[in-house]
């Protein structure tokens, strides 16, 4: 039998589900500006405050669904750069609020995490050329830059006060991976190979040198000289953004952005590593993550000893896992990263896809039923969506690029 990845017919699929999840993100479109957090049901909570990093994911989401050929979302694009270049820009002094309500920022501090969003947000919109687009990732871009890039450890720093005259002590890996996906998605739409370079110096210390260290268990949490801080947050394991010990599904993630490098470097131009230690991630990740405690699913977290700490089920690891299979799988030609995908996409069928209330499910218990321990409701679609589209596009260039230059395999039925 053909593996799934190899067939028109799962393409279609796919696609199916692609439909479905743009369906569903359009209610999140927030009256006021950006795009709100929706419920289990898929309302927005227009009570809430307006989240940055949702409203770039978002913007993100619907770029590509305009440069799918989507209708109706190109002025969705348009609604997340109003908001950008509105209600969440920093006029005074640069950057982006984390998050605003109607009385304005409820949160000053500039993180890096939300600004590689609004990089990756910029990056998708410019490719689908929306009016302001190329702008905005001009000074995102520049504010990453300038602002988070620490040349000294080849890294971004965390989180600056609305001034930019207070750096906080505190170093984390999760900015720095989006920080790359970010860069790859900015070098793709301008063409600007140097952000590659920037990109290559993130994924060497946190899987070239951390990861490999900590046998493949990444480190997250660090202090200013980036050492890392192995017990941070263990009196509150399930942090939505800093839980304790070691994320599984971060290290599915690595290693598909690792494998995402390496195709934009060119295979001859990228270290010989890039490969090796992709999959070697991946292992990790199936042998400590996947249906460890009794019951299928990733567990969320483990401890230094690769025991579980958290088993909620996240569906994001699980649309990592087979993004990483697919990307894998492209890599190599290894037919058992076709099977791992094709495991995992049953495993997402039968407890994560939501048929009558749309979306998936993000968040399960160790039994596979809905659990809101880390998060509530069903915020965007970001992880879902790229995972419908990852196994279709090559892994060069970014989303957005491969989306724009025709390079969605099987887009429509052949004759």
């Known amino acids: 039998m053909r593996p799934w990845l190899d067939t028109p017919s799962h393409a279609r699929w796919l696609e199916g589900e692609s439909d479905r999840l743009l369906a569903f993100s359009r209610a999140s479109r927030h009256p006021d500006g950006g795009f709100a957090w929706l419920d289990d049901a898929g309302d927005p909570q227009l009570d809430r405050p ?36 509105g209600r969440f820009h920093d006029d005074e002094h640069s950057g982006w609020y984390a998050a605003v309500d109607d009385d304005g920022p409820r949160s000053e501090q500039k993180t890096a995490y939300e600004h590689a969003f609004v990089v990756l947000a910029a990056s998708s919109a410019a490719v689908a050329r929306r009016p302001g687009a190329e702008a905005l990732l001009a000074e ?14 080849g890294m971004v720093v965390e989180e600056w006060d609305r001034s930019w005259s207070s750096l906080d002590r505190y170093r984390g890996v999760n900015a720095n991976m989006h920080s790359v996906e970010a860069l790859l998605a900015a070098s793709s739409a301008t063409g600007d190979d140097r952000l590659l370079q920037h990109a290559l110096r993130i994924v060497t210390r946190v899987v070239h040198d951390l990861a490999r260290a900590h046998e493949w268990r990444i480190p997250e949490h660090f202090d200013e000289q980036w050492r890392p801080l192995l017990e941070y947050n263990a009196d509150a394991p399930a942090h939505p953004f800093r839980p304790y010990g070691a994320t599984i599904g971060h290290w599915l993630e690595w290693a598909r952005l690792t494998l995402h490098l390496r195709a934009a470097l060119g295979e001859d131009a990228a270290p010989g590593w890039t490969l090796d230690d992709a999959r070697s991630l991946f292992d990790a990740a199936v042998r400590e993550g996947w249906s460890v405690d009794g019951a299928p699913g990733f567990v969320y977290t483990v401890d230094w000893a690769g025991r579980p700490v958290v088993r909620e089920r996240m569906h994001w690891v699980a649309a990592e896992a087979t993004a990483a299979a697919a990307a894998l799988h492209q890599a190599t030609g290894d037919v058992a990263y076709a099977q791992w995908y094709q495991t995992w996409w049953d ?33 965007d679609t970001y992880h879902a969506l790229q995972a419908t589209l990852i196994p279709r596009l090559p892994l060069a260039p970014a989303l957005a690029t491969a989306l724009g230059e025709g390079l969605l395999r099987w887009a429509r039925r052949r004759p």
Request: charged share 20%; hydrophobic share 45%; glycine share 10%.
């Open 50 to 85: 307006v989240q940055l990093w949702i409203t770039c994911r978002m913007t993100h989401v619907f770029a590509l669904g305009a440069l799918m050929g989507r209708p109706g979302c190109g002025p969705l694009v348009d609604h997340g750069i109003d908001a950008l270049t």
């Open 140 to 153: 995102a871009l520049e504010v990453l830059l300038t602002r988070f890039w620490d040349d000294e450890h």
């Open 347 to 379: 495993h997402i069928a039968e407890v994560f896809i939501d048929p009558r209330g749309g979306s998936w499910r993000h968040e399960l218990d160790p039994s596979n039923q809905p659990s809101a321990l880390v998060w509530a409701g069903r915020p």
